[in-house]
DNA sequence: TTGACGGGTAGGGAATTCCCTACCTAATGT
DNA sequence: ACATTAGGTAGGGAATTCCCTACCCGTCAA
């Protein structure tokens, strides 16, 4: 088991969402996703920025769990690894319902919880 | 229409995530999901640091769509908007063949893309 | 063995984040 | 009118982020 339980384990949480903050760690995601496992270089090729800072990139998703190298010779090939995606979606489902009423319109009515005696 | 298409309009996007990438900020959308609306002073109670830091992390959420607040006298009420959580809905779909793959413990094959010729 | 290549680490600088203490405004109650 | 309350804004400091240029190490090819 990863997290025994229920989303618990609050520091590799906020390390997900944390790496997720950026867009170049995103693209990297949908690159791995899209165009499947790749060395770092053929990664580099597609941003703007210098290869260092994109391993500085890949270190933070390696240690969100986002990512795995394996090497080969002298390259290091970067897969996705998505189960920490599974954990956000998990985190993201108590939500579920309250963008699924807002939707519907009759939200207004519905999400006045509880203790809600405004004046 | 919010964002006509798919996930495109990536300042939005990026204002999301990049909201979601604080834990009290998460915490804040925690407790208006559980507890319903609330004024600011309610918030504030439940953390740590002083109102004017949670003041700016409510302008964040603000910013990013994920609440918003109406004023009853004095007091500010904030409610959770969770529509630009769909979008992260939205956006971890693709991903989501990937951890379930790898949950049944075939991925190991099947994710072996089309250019997986790495010596 | 020597050189070239793939890629990580060091160190530093600019920008951003996150917190703080003051202060300001609008609404309320006396 | 005046003090109080709710909460935002100003400005600043420490820490973090994100980028850079150098440099280092391991692997492969001459």
Redesign the pocket.
């Known amino acids: 088991m990863t997290t025994t339980g229920a989303g618990a384990d609050t520091a590799a949480e906020d390390r997900v969402f944390?790496?997720l903050?950026?867009?170049?760690?995103r693209e990297v995601l949908r690159l791995l996703r899209e165009e499947g496992p790749?060395?770092?270089?053929?990664?580099?090729g597609r941003?703007?920025?210098?290869?260092?800072?994109?391993?500085?990139?890949?270190?933070?998703l390696r240690e969100a769990g986002l990512v795995s190298?394996q090497?080969?010779?002298?390259?290091?090939?970067?897969r996705l690894e998505a189960a920490p995606l599974a954990e956000v979606q998990d985190w993201l489902h108590p939500y579920e319902r309250f963008w699924r009423q807002r939707l519907r319109g009759l939200g207004e009515l519905l999400d006045r919880m509880p203790d809600d005696d405004w004046?």
């Open positions: 944390a790496a903050a950026n867009g170049t760690r790749q060395p770092v270089q053929a990664l580099a941003f703007d920025i210098r290869r260092p800072s994109l391993s500085e990139h890949l270190k933070v190298e090497r080969y010779g002298r390259q290091r090939i970067y004046p």
